[in-house]
């Protein structure tokens, strides 16, 4: 081929994109054609049916053959159109990959350089002291919440049983006093001058002249 045509120098060949376009366009043109065929096919598929068998139907059905190996013809040329068009599409994917790799990895290096930049500025057992005394700190504060947090007159430590049982009990005492009446509950005995003290009946009511003499 190179001694019928030459080999041409220093003229830069068509790129993916641009062999694309001109694939795609080629087999748009096919299509069109083969349109027309179908077209030109169903009215001979019409007409023959319209017609008697005989030289005339023949002669329909003789042209309709010869469209029909045209039409296979541009269907084979654009199943070969659309086959170089997927190899241009693949070829064409690939090869923006690896700009996109070469991209990522010179991104990277990069970021490699500046993360061993700033890396160079930090030390580890800066870090370290760091956290201990911020950890110091919180313990330290830890301390301070729980000393101002401290009950007043309280025990330290309270039997569970032991509160339940004078919860129960308190609340046995405050049924028996919701459920008798007042005049019945005896007044409390009060401990000043025993003279002053007053004897009650077998109810729990004072008497009269009952101060002690």
Do not use: C, W
Not at 5 to 27: C, H, Y
């Amino acid at each position: 081929m190179k001694r019928f045509f030459g080999v041409s120098k220093n003229v830069p060949g068509p790129t993916l994109e641009e062999a694309g376009k001109r694939l795609d366009g080629r087999m748009a043109e096919l299509d069109d054609k083969i349109n027309k065929l179908n077209q030109e096919l169903m009215a001979y598929d019409k007409q023959m049916k319209s017609m008697r068998p005989g030289p005339a139907q023949n002669s329909i059905k003789q042209k309709a053959i010869r469209v029909l190996q045209t039409k296979k013809m541009y269907e084979k040329q654009r199943d070969q159109l659309s086959q170089q068009s997927f190899n241009v599409d693949q070829t064409r994917f690939v090869t923006e990959s690896m700009k996109d790799t070469i991209t990522t990895v010179s991104a990277m290096k990069q970021g490699a350089k500046e993360m061993k930049t700033q890396l160079k500025q930090i030390n580890i057992d800066d870090v370290d002291d760091l956290q201990d005394q911020m950890q110091d700190l919180l313990d330290y504060n830890t301390e301070i919440q729980d000393s101002l947090s401290r009950a007043y007159m309280t025990p330290d430590t309270l039997d569970d049983s032991e509160l339940e049982a004078e919860l129960m009990s308190m609340g046995e005492e405050m049924e028996l006093e919701m459920s008798t009446p007042s005049y019945l509950l005896a007044p409390s005995v009060p401990t000043g001058d025993p003279q002053m003290q007053q004897h009650v009946d077998e109810y729990g009511l004072p008497q009269a002249n009952s101060i002690v003499n």
